[in-house]
């Protein structure tokens, strides 16, 4: 039954969603309607008609935000990483996947930043360092390491590697994460995330921190256990759980085989 459902399910989905995948990319005023649709269908329920945000019942936390101004940036790293749409609203939203195509994010986006202007969607250009000469390439590898440390360490650890928020939040690993999206995040700040706006950190400051997360990418393991990179918690509770672990097992085996407890078997 559960199988039937789930086929049937699957079959109507893309009964409704195939038809406007085939279609040829759009002008824009057209890309803003058919935005409009999905949102109404996918995204209206917490954000609202017009994307105005919707209080709960009790009218004090809200539902989903305003997304006016909020630009297409974040709709595109929202929807683009599968944070949005949320299941149901809670501390996080996780990376799940993808519920719409490239098409229809892009024209999501167009739908929100036609509400009013926010950060537009990062051109490649803004955050590749292809064009850059190898000694600029590890100029901004290293500048990138500096800003990283200052400025993403707090949360995101000193390897990337995430780490805890308050209220049961975390700040998820970034190693591995698509340069666009990382460009993204730190433009609108999703969530617990502080916003790195164009002023605080220039497009050249986001392109290095880019730059130094992809050199961490392609860094070679030096040997031994990386113990997930997690720093002096979890080599601390490696040493105490294997190192001590390991001592203490060892002496209860000599304790085991010495002449004394033989001999106090024999007694007994
Ligand atoms: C105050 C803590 C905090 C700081 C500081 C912070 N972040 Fe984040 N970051 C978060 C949290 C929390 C999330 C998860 C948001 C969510 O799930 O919606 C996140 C998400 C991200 C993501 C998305 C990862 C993914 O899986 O899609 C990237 C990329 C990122 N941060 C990069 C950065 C960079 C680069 C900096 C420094 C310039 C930085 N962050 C600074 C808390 C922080
Ligand atoms: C179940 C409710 C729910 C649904 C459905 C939903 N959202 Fe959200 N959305 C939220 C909540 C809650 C937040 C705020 C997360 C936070 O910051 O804690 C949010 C945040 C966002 C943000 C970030 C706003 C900012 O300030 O940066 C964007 C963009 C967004 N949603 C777009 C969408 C789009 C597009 C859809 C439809 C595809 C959608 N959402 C569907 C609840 C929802």
Same mark, same amino acid.
């Given at each position: 039954?559960?199988?039937?459902?789930?086929?049937?399910?699957?079959?109507?989905?893309?009964?409704?969603?195939?038809?406007?995948?085939?279609?040829?990319?759009?002008?824009?005023?057209?890309?803003?309607?058919? +935005?409009?649709? !999905?949102?109404? #269908? %996918?995204? /209206?329920?917490?954000?609202? *008609?017009? &994307?105005? $945000?919707?209080?709960?019942?009790?009218?004090?936390?809200?539902? +989903?935000?305003? !997304?006016?101004? #909020? %630009?297409? /940036?974040?709709?595109?790293? *929202?929807? &683009?990483? $599968?944070?949005?749409?949320?299941?149901?609203?809670?501390?996080?939203?996780?990376?799940?996947?993808?519920?719409?195509?490239?098409?229809?994010?892009? *024209?999501?986006?167009?739908?929100?930043?036609?509400?009013?202007?926010?950060?537009?969607?990062?051109?490649?250009?803004?955050?590749?360092?292809?064009?850059?000469?190898?000694? *600029?390439?590890?100029?901004?590898?290293?500048?990138?390491?500096?800003?990283?440390?200052?400025?993403?360490?707090?949360?995101?650890?000193?390897?990337?590697?995430?780490?805890?928020?308050?209220?049961?939040?975390?700040?998820?690993?970034?190693?591995?994460?698509?340069?666009?999206?990382?460009?993204?995040?730190?433009?609108?700040?999703?969530?617990?995330?502080?916003?790195?706006?164009?002023?605080?950190?220039?497009?050249?400051?986001?392109?290095?921190?880019?730059?130094?997360?992809?050199?961490?990418?392609?860094?070679?393991?030096?040997?031994?256990?990386?113990?997930?990179?997690?720093?002096?918690?979890?080599?601390?509770?490696?040493?105490?759980?294997?190192?001590?672990?390991?001592?203490?097992?060892?002496?209860?085996?000599?304790?085991?085989?010495?002449?004394?407890?033989?001999?106090?078997?024999?007694?007994?």
């Amino acid at each position: 039954m559960v199988l039937l459902l789930g086929l049937l399910l699957t079959g109507g989905l893309y009964a409704a969603f195939a038809p406007a995948q085939a279609e040829q990319a759009d002008t824009s005023a057209d890309q803003v309607a058919k +935005g409009r649709e !999905l949102f109404l #269908v %996918g995204c /209206a329920f917490c954000h609202g *008609q017009n &994307g105005e $945000g919707v209080l709960t019942e009790r009218g004090n936390t809200q539902l +989903g935000p305003s !997304l006016v101004g #909020v %630009g297409a /940036a974040a709709v595109d790293f *929202q929807v &683009g990483t $599968g944070r949005m749409p949320m299941a149901q609203p809670g501390v996080q939203a996780p990376r799940k996947t993808v519920a719409y195509s490239d098409e229809e994010v892009a *024209q999501l986006a167009a739908y929100v930043a036609s509400l009013a202007p926010g950060p537009a969607i990062p051109d490649a250009a803004d955050y590749s360092i292809e064009g850059l000469s190898a000694d *600029q390439r590890e100029e901004a590898i290293v500048r990138g390491g500096q800003i990283f440390l200052t400025n993403c360490t707090a949360c995101h650890n000193f390897e990337g590697s995430g780490g805890a928020m308050p209220r049961g939040g975390y700040a998820p690993k970034i190693r591995g994460v698509e340069p666009k999206y990382i460009y993204e995040a730190m433009l609108t700040g999703p969530q617990a995330m502080d916003t790195f706006s164009n002023g605080n950190l220039s497009p050249e400051e986001k392109r290095d921190v880019i730059a130094y997360l992809g050199s961490i990418n392609e860094e070679p393991g030096y040997g031994g256990f990386g113990l997930g990179g997690l720093g002096p918690v979890s080599e601390g509770l490696f040493a105490w759980l294997v190192g001590l672990g390991s001592l203490v097992g060892f002496a209860v085996w000599i304790a085991a085989h010495t002449t004394r407890s033989t001999k106090e078997k024999v007694e007994a």
